[in-house]
DNA sequence: CGCGACGTTGATTTGCCTCAACGATTGTGG
DNA sequence: CCACAATCGTTGAGGCAAATCAACGTCGCG
């Protein structure tokens, strides 16, 4: 259970045995069932989830009341609220549970602690935060440049089978269009 | 003139006089000429830029033929091309000065030699990558909620007499939109 | 069984783009 | 120093993609 994340952590850094028990130490699981929230407004996010089985959904609420889903997260994905995490301020954002969850748990303290005990684990860290930067960046290129029918297109390309995991109207929200317009997308053509 | 660098970092680490010239040893001076390129597609990006003076943008040309600015960079912003950099593969992006610049330079080699010898300046770095990363997903969240009237609004608001510094074409491309619209917007009230 | 959640489909509206023409300003070569 | 081109901004007319509003079908679950 914990080698996924040990084998995450392989592919950008290497640790020795003791460096890996000392995360461990640091590191606690937590379940959640379909719909449970991780997360919601008003607290301040507590540290960064890695998600060992399950998918989860991170989104606010917008001035038309309507929920906006700004990120997914599945196997082998870290996830928070980093606004709030970095800031140290209450967070407007849900972060809820799709699927039955089981993630590791990592404390916004502990962590800082363990990147002066582990310098390797805050480079891994650091690489993770770059990947995510250059996945928005992307993006907000995306967005721009493609009609909402060629960023739905790409989309499932990118992610074949993440399609049946999560309801249309979550896509549709976080693919930035209406649920309605989704559906004749794919009577279009599928 | 070095200073300027100096007093950002200590805005959110402590480094003792050793590491400052550490880290100065490694830095070097770049002027750019109004129109000049820092980064061409094609060529691999070779580090990290401080804008010490003056205004860039980063923008790729779209399969329309238009040229989608994706970011700007002021007095005290560090600019690179992360996809590139990260993945040491060759740019899609220009990164061109708006105005005359005074820039400094760190090759990513020395920064990773820096990281060892200064885990603080990874942390510092760190730092940025993370503020960098809330900044664009906060900018996803503004595209998929607001109008594009309200985002040319917000964006005036949040970052007053920056308007001034950029033709309105480069503003309108940055917002996602054509120069036209946004000729229309500030003809209604402004 | 009946209710709520989710998806589909049709009619209408609208925000923004495209195409096009025209000023104003800047820059450049003769 | 002027003439001309290039660059940038403005304005008008027409068109289209996607939203909105609304009704209906279907599945799963208490």
């Known amino acids: 259970m914990y080698t996924q994340l040990s084998e995450h952590i392989r592919r950008f850094v290497t640790l020795t045995v003791d460096e890996e028990q000392l995360l461990q130490a640091k ?16 607290k301040v996010c507590p540290g960064n ?8 959904r991170l989104y606010f ?7 906006q889903i700004t990120q997914f997260a599945i196997e082998s994905w870290w996830i928070a609220d980093y606004d709030s995490l970095l800031n140290k301020q209450p967070s407007q954002c849900y972060i809820q549970a799709i699927e039955p969850c089981e ?3 990592l404390p916004a303290m502990h962590q800082t602690e363990l990147f002066e005990q582990v310098p390797k684990l805050q480079t891994y860290f650091y690489i993770m935060m770059q990947k995510a930067f250059v996945a928005s960046q992307r ?12 960023r739905y297109r790409h989309f499932v390309k990118l992610f074949p089978g993440f399609i049946q995991r999560v309801p249309q109207y979550m896509l549709a929200s976080y693919l930035g269009f209406t649920p309605q317009f989704l559906s004749r997308l794919r009577a279009k053509k599928d």
Do not use: A, M, W
């Open 103 to 105: 993630l590791f748990f």
């Open 49 to 56: 989830y890695f998600v060992v089985k399950g998918c989860l």
């Open 61 to 67: 609420v917008n001035d038309k009341l309507n929920e």
């Open 27 to 42: 590191i606690q699981s937590k379940t959640l069932k379909k719909k449970e929230f991780l997360l919601q407004p008003g």
């Open 139 to 150: 993006r907000i290129g995306f967005i721009f440049n493609q009609s909402d029918e060629e």
